[in-house]
């Protein structure tokens, strides 16, 4: 009974776990080399051309996330992709955020 006090932990301490467990699984951001950077952009800009749908990840807060089937726009002043997903809400992203692109195999959106 008397080590029975010792089993609580401050707020503090949880507060500190908590944070902890919330950025173990983050990642670096991807370097990409040149060549992945010239093919992402010709990918981008043929997709904001023909209005194609595409599947992008990009990096943002620690993690790798996805956008299926959205459309783009490219605003070379600011470098920033404007991205559309299918039910019309749109987003900008930095371009250098940006980690892959891919066609999206659905064409109708």
Excluded at 8 to 35: F, G, N, S, T, Y
Excluded at 78 to 104: E, H, M, T, W
Aim: aromatic residues 4%.
């Amino acid at each position: 009974m008397r080590w029975e006090s010792s089993r609580m932990m401050l707020p503090e301490h949880v507060a500190v776990l908590r944070e902890m467990a919330r950025h173990a699984d983050r990642i670096a951001k991807p370097q990409l080399d040149e060549q992945k950077l010239e093919e992402l952009e010709r990918m981008i800009h043929d997709a904001s051309s023909r209005k194609l749908p595409i599947d992008l990840d990009y990096y943002h807060d620690g993690k790798i996330h996805t956008l299926k089937n959205c459309t783009v726009s490219i605003d070379s002043c600011v470098q920033k992709v404007r991205i559309s997903n299918p039910s019309g809400i749109a987003q900008n992203l930095p371009s250098q955020n940006i980690v892959d692109v891919r066609f999206s195999s659905r064409q109708d959106i």
